[in-house]
């Protein structure tokens, strides 16, 4: 069964209050996954709200963060005070990934590596065995709104033929235009922000399955 998270990416505590109250409210999400971004205006030219705000909403989601910093290691204490269950950080970031996986999972979460779609697949390969997932980006990090990358799905791809024993996911630009071939290239979940919440989260996941189902 594919898995749909919703994905929150906000710059101002009003909008991420905002975003959070549509996910709230839409009966399809109940007590399932939320996908947070996060960013620090160094590896991405964008900068969200921290996880300190994120905590003063209790929300009753299991959190995910994803991490588009330079410095990931820097953000895990934070995050796990803020109740989060996943922590995602990208392969390009600046810090050693190994000190970074080993961090995270000392705090008893699951871990996940990001991948952008300029960077060879290999890169990941040191790494398998020690993550939970695999995170694809199909647009470049740091903005809603981007075209999607469609050469993205290689990766999901190559990644589910070498059997490395991790959840696959693709984030970026996801909607009701290109779910079935997403799933069909063999992920285990889809990261969707803007498509639900700039509509009826309930009627466009309907959508949603109606195109992955045929």
């Not at 959070?20 to 409210?25: A, R």
């Not at 996954?33 to 909403?57: C, L, M, R, S």
């Not at 040191?126 to 990358?149: A, C, E, N």
Request: no cysteine.
């Amino acid at each position: 069964m594919i898995q749909i998270i919703p994905a929150i990416l906000a710059t101002t505590e009003d909008q991420y209050k905002n975003d959070l109250s549509k996910l709230l409210v839409s009966a399809s999400l109940e007590e399932g996954w939320v996908h947070i971004d996060f960013a620090d205006n160094k590896f991405v030219q964008n900068q969200t709200v921290g996880p300190e705000i994120i905590d003063k909403y209790p929300d009753g989601f299991i959190r995910e963060a994803h991490l588009m910093v330079a410095h990931p290691r820097e953000w895990v204490e934070r995050l796990v005070k803020a109740g989060f269950d996943r922590i995602i950080f990208h392969i390009e970031s600046d810090d050693n990934i190994s000190d970074v996986i080993q961090e995270i999972k000392s705090k008893g979460i699951e871990v996940g590596l990001a991948i952008n779609s300029e960077t060879p697949i290999e890169k990941l390969e040191p790494f398998i065995g020690k993550i939970d997932v695999v995170l694809v980006m199909s647009v470049k990090p740091g903005f809603q709104g981007q075209s999607f990358i469609p050469e993205s799905l290689e990766k999901v791809k190559i990644i589910k033929s070498n059997n490395w024993q991790v959840k696959v996911g693709v984030d970026g630009h996801v909607d009701d235009q290109n779910a079935k071939e997403i799933v069909d290239s063999g992920v285990d979940f889809m990261i969707i922000g803007s498509y639900l919440l700039k509509g009826n989260i309930d009627e466009r996941l309907e959508i949603i399955w109606e195109k992955i189902n045929g």
